[in-house]
Every structure is written in C-alpha cells, then in structure tokens.
C-alpha cells in the first residue's frame, strides 16, 4: 500500500512538474528548476549543494490595463545557452571580471489569453542567480501598466537578517540584525528625507540589498539588478512561513511601471556561498548590467576629493548666505547673516591645503543661490548657475587652475527633480565653461512632481537621465538621495558613485551610526555599487558647534580603513584641513591609498561584526589593506599570499593604539612599518569601535 502510494505520488508529482527544466551553474554547486504548477503559474527553486536555498517560489507579473501575466501558461520553448567573457571596467575593484554564467530561457504561451508570449531569463553563475521577466512584441500587446509583481523568495527558515524598513523615499536608516520574522519597519524612528509614515505604508516590508544568514552558515543576499524604466523592489516579509514577495515602489496613482513592448524587468537577484568573503567578491550583480556604450572614457577619472562641507555639517558655517529670502537690502540684495561657508576666501584656503597634500579635487557647497528656503516644498528652489555675491567664481576657477585642483559642482535639488530637469543642459554647459568635471547631486525632501517617490519609475528614470546628460558634457556623478545602486556604473561609467544609505555624516548631525554600521554597509547597500560615505575624520569628539557631546563611533584608525573597506573610485576627505594639519602622520596614508584598483581580495568577514580587504592598486606595486571591527575588539588575521613570491616589501601598519576605544578614547593610533613577503601573516588588534589600515610598498 505505502509502495503504492510512493508511486503514485511520484507520478503526480512528475506530471505536476513535468515541464520541469534544470540548470546548473558552471561549477555545479547552484541548481535551478523553473516550472509551471496545475495552473500554469510559473515557478522556481534554487539549491546550492543539493540544500534549498530558495523553495518552490511563484513568478508573474500583474497588470491593470490587460490581464495579468502570473497564470494559464503553458511552455512554448526552453532555451539553454553559456556564456563566458572576460570584460574590463573603466574603474573598480578589479581591472578585469569573468562573467561566466549558463543561461534558461523559457517561453511561455497564455491560451486564454490568445497565447500571449512572456518569457522568463535564468542566469545562473557560481556566485548566485539572476532572472528577470521579458515582453517581446506581438499582437495584442503593446502598452501594459504593472500594478504588482508576484515574484517570490520562499526561504528555508527564520533567517538571521540584516534590515532597513521598506521606506519609499529614503535608505539612510540603520540597519536592524534581527530574525526574518521579527522584522517591523515602524520600529524604526522616522527619518527627514521628506518621509513619514505614508512612505512606509507596510511595516513588513524592508528593503534590498537584504542580507540574510541561516542556521547551518549559508549566506544568502537579495537584490536587483540594473533597475531601468521600473520602481526598486522592496520585500514583504510574511513572518509565518519566511515568505519573501517583491513589493514595488508606486507612483501617485497607485501604479508601479508604465511599460511597452519589448521590454524586460530589472534582474531579480540572490547571490549565495557558504563564506562571507565570496558575498563580497560576488561580480554578479555587475555582470547583469550591459556594457557601456561610452567609446572615449578617459574623462572618467577615480579621485580624492576634500569639501569646504564637513565645516556646515558641524554647524561652524551654513549652506546659506541670509537668514531668509526676505532679507533684503534697500537695492533688493540678500543681507548677509555673516556665516556663509563658499565665500571666496575660505575656499581659497582649502584650494591651497588640497594643492599641498596631492588631493586632486574640491567640492564647494552652498554656493548658488536658492538655500534660504530648501526645505520648502516648492518647485524651483535652486538656481544652478547663479553663485552667492561672496563666491567669485571667475577667480575661484583662476585660482583653482593655477593649483592644480579640480573644483567639484554641487547641484542640490531639494527634491525637485522637474526644475533640475529643465535646468540640466544650462547647469551641465555650465560647468563646462568653468572647468567642473564632475558634480555631485542631492534630492534631500519631498519629491517634485508632488506624489512621487525617490525609489519610484519616475525617478529611477530621471537618475539615469541625469547620468546620460552628464555623459553627454564629460562630466562624472555623484548622487546623493537617489534610489540605491543595482551595478548600472558598468552601463554609466561616469555615474561614479552615489550615497543612497546611512552615510558618515550621520554622525555630524544626529545620534550618529553605532560601530557595527560600517560591517553591514558591505553586505547591504554597497553590493549594488560604490557608496560615497565620506570617511577621514579625524577629529572624532567636540566637534559639533552647539552639541559637545556628540561623537564619531569609530577611532581615527578605522576612518583610515574605510578607504579601503567601503569601495568608491570618488572618495572624500572629509574633515577640515586644520583636523589633517594636527595629525600629518596618519593623514599619510589617506594621500597615499588608491582609489582604482587591479585586485582586491576580501580576507575575513562576517556582517555586523568585522571585515578584512585588501587590494592592488591600479598598475602600481602598492597594496593597500583595511579592517574594521564593530563594538568588539578582535585580533585580525592578515594575509599577504597575494603579494608577488619571494620579493620582500614594506609595510607601514596604521593600527588602533593599545589603550584605543571607538566611546572612550578614539584619537589613540600608533604606527609601525615591518617587512612582509607573501608568506607573512599578521595577527593585528584592533579596539572596540576600531580598525587599522596598512599600505605596502
Ligand atoms: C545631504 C547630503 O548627503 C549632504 O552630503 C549634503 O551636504 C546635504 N544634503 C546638502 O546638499
Ligand atoms: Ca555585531
């Protein structure tokens, strides 16, 4: 009887899945199966070492002006391909990457629907899986606007996760380590990228990158890829059964993407290892993004760059130039409140600190007109053009020039994306004609077009036709607010990096980031591209005008290390000439560390508590190295193994000094220099809060 039964089931189960179609990674560790259930509904699974990773999860789309694409299907065809290419970014991590994958392409016919065509695309490499969904043209389908996606993640169990709430208009939250299940957005204080609770409707929804660990030590990470012409997917965490479903970013009316045939949805993907370190190493999310269609990239230059910036986030001057817009002068002239940060000379002398030091950038902010009212929700708050009757512009080119410094634009919106767009050619010719060549942007407030969101279609399009037009001027971007990154700098190459997270300004002005912020960024918001923290301060107490009480949560050594662990071929120095001009010895290292790199190689870690990197700078004989620990003190293990054989090198280690806390005594470093060959292995301290960073030469 139980003989029978078994067969039976087996029949069934064989007949339920008999379209069934397998793939299998490069290396074979990774599996996928895509089939239709009874009702034609599309499915997956995904299983790494014959263990599930991802259990049979639904796929479709649902739509509002035709019927939705999520049942009735049967297979049309199934496709197998492999791919293998090696391609060289204009900048990054590493100077070339493998992109290696097998690929499924599945057909899919509705026959209540007059056998209407979607398709499904599965790559699957050795670090994890993409797929995404594909219309191509055909009768009777042409214009079809998403109402919701069915995609689904059903996980194994109630996983270790690393969270911020599913917020529509902001990512700069703190992430929360809790189980899957125990994941409540409103838990979480409300923060003032115009947000509020309307913008994080669902408090079971938390945002991508998710990452995620089970109990027996799989590391698994969920995400997206090349997010164009669609809202960023959020997750809606069902708490009973570890469920995972895409929960798009609306528009004003409800509506998630306006979309025509042919069109594709952005890559859906998990990446997954049984080690940390491959989590970090993953390249997949970068291969899923096309290649650029740049010819001439040499304009697009990695760099340092100081701001006349860190000195308003601490309150010693401001963005503004007047108390208000109605201060005005009998001739109709702003009166000057006297505190006003981009004035000619003050930029001056940070011209002349960076021409000293070798950093080749400076970005000046507050130096346009339209500060006194930002937080307004208006339309127009800025002009893009019209410099503050202090900022000479004309002679703070001349003198830049004759410095050899290159002045970085700054065009905050305060939201307003339709006034940027109608000022972006007139901004761009703008900084043209002064030299500028690269800009950094920011949408700190609510959304103009009012309803829309930060993560939304609209804006999501918008970011990129700020790239394309800055492109189209030779100018390279920095974003600051826009929707989290999904890998488009392989696309955009001079989309160099954005914030999109809980930056280390966060510190300046609020409660700050506890140590273990930096650990999870890695995992989290850094996996979809290179994140703009603005490290390097080094004057890590009584800073804040007004607030003596505030304090950085690293040590001066671990400011040292993000340069090498938070990845941005843009990369700050943040903090005030006279907090380097105290400390020149550790300063060293942060005018020596690369910003463009051959290779990197990830040596220890573990979200939410430490990680180790090291890397080759670009065509150079120099590596650089980083660590960092959260709360906890630890004794890092540092490999050189993949230094060249037999040649011995010197290090000089810039390390947490022994009495070194993040709370009670940041500012102590101490520094050393050792030979190393690349069999040395160095075990290293490092404080509560701290970390250390190594150059060799
Ligand atoms: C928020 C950005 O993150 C910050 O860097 C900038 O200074 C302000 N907005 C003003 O644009
Ligand atoms: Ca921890």
């Known amino acids: 009887m139980r003989k029978l039964f078994l067969t039976l089931l087996f029949i069934l189960t064989c007949s339920i899945y008999s379209n069934a179609q397998v793939l299998t990674s490069p290396d074979k560790k990774l599996a996928l199966t895509f089939s239709l259930n009874t009702n034609g509904e599309p499915t997956y699974k995904l299983a790494y070492q014959q263990k599930d990773v991802v259990k049979t999860s639904k796929l479709g789309i649902e739509t509002q002006n035709v019927p939705s694409f999520n049942q009735g299907f049967t297979l ?281 030091q070798g950093i080749q950038g400076l970005l000046v902010e507050g130096w346009n007109t339209g500060w006194e009212e930002w937080g307004a929700e208006k339309e127009d708050k800025f002009s893009m053009v019209t410099p503050y009757p202090d900022f000479d512009i004309n002679e703070i080119t001349r003198y830049a020039k004759a410095k050899g410094v290159m002045m970085i634009m700054h065009n905050e919106t305060g939201g307003g994306a339709t006034s940027y767009e109608r000022q972006m050619d007139t901004a761009f010719r703008f900084m043209n004609k002064y030299g500028y060549t690269s800009v950094k942007t920011g949408y700190v407030g609510r959304i103009v077009p009012r309803g829309e969101h930060h993560d939304g279609q609209w804006m999501v399009n918008h970011y990129i036709r700020a790239a394309e037009k800055a492109a189209q001027y030779h100018v390279a971007i920095d974003m600051h607010e826009p929707v989290r990154p999904t890998g488009l700098q392989r696309t955009y190459p001079n989309f160099m990096a954005s914030e999109a997270g809980r930056g280390n300004e966060w510190n300046a002005f609020s409660a700050g980031s506890p140590p273990e912020h930096e650990t999870i960024l890695p995992f989290t918001r850094l996996m979809g591209g290179p994140m703009d923290y603005t490290p390097g301060i080094f004057k890590l107490t009584k800073y804040a005008k007004g607030d003596s009480l505030r304090h950085m949560h690293t040590t001066l050594a671990k400011q040292l290390a993000l340069y090498v662990t938070m990845y941005s071929p843009l990369q700050m120095v943040a903090d005030l000439p006279e907090n380097y001009q105290a400390y020149p010895d550790a300063f060293q290292f942060i005018k020596d560390v690369a910003v463009d790199w051959d290779n990197s190689y990830v040596l220890e870690a573990e979200p939410g508590d430490y990680l180790t990197i090291a890397r080759k700078a670009k065509d150079k004989n120099e590596w650089y190295v980083g660590s960092i620990t959260d709360e906890m003190a630890r004794t890092a293990v540092v490999k050189f193994d993949y230094l060249p054989k037999g040649k011995t090198f010197e290090a000089t280690i810039y390390a947490d000094g022994e009495d070194a806390s993040y709370d009670k005594n940041p500012q102590s470093y101490a520094i050393r220099k050792i030979k190393v060959t690349s069999k040395t292995v160095l075990k290293q301290q490092v404080a509560s809060g701290g970390g250390f960073a190594i150059s060799v030469k």
Request: hydrophobic residues 35%; aromatic residues 10%; without cysteine.
């Open 76 to 356: 049309a065809k199934s496709e197998t391909s492999t791919f293998d290419e090696t391609w060289n970014p204009v900048w990054g991590e590493q100077k070339s990457i493998r992109n290696h994958y097998n690929e499924l392409l599945v057909t899919l016919s509705q026959k209540s629907v007059q056998g209407r065509l979607m398709r499904i695309r599965f790559r699957l490499f050795n670090d994890g899986l993409g797929f995404r969904y594909e219309f191509p043209v055909q009768q009777d389908l042409t214009y079809f606007t998403v109402t919701s996606e069915d995609t689904e993640f059903q996980l194994t169990g109630d996983h270790k996760a690393f969270w911020i709430p599913g917020d529509y208009d902001s990512n700069e939250y703190l992430y929360t380590t809790s189980k899957l299940s125990e994941a409540d957005g409103w838990k979480q204080p409300l923060i003032s990228n115009g947000t509020n609770q309307e913008n994080r409707p669902d408090r079971r929804a938390v945002q991508t990158p998710l990452m995620l660990k089970t109990q027996d030590g799989l590391y698994i990470n969920i995400h997206e890829a090349a997010l164009i012409n669609y809202p960023a997917m959020q997750l809606h965490v069902d708490p009973s059964n570890h469920l995972l479903t895409a929960d798009l970013v609306p528009d004003v009316k409800n509506n998630k993407a306006y979309l025509r045939t042919p069109n594709h949805t952005p890559w859906r993907t998990v990446i997954v290892s049984n080690k940390a370190t491959d989590i970090l190493s993953s390249t997949l999310i970068l291969n899923l993004n096309e290649p650029t269609t740049i010819n001439n990239t040499s304009w697009i230059k990695p760099m340092k760059f100081m701001g006349v910036w860190w000195e308003m986030q601490i309150g010693h001057s401001s963005w503004s130039y007047a108390d208000n817009e109605d201060a005005k002068d009998a001739k109709g002239g702003l009166i000057p409140h006297g505190h006003h940060g981009a004035n000619t000379a003050n930029v001056k002398r940070y011209i002349d600190f960076a021409s000293q």
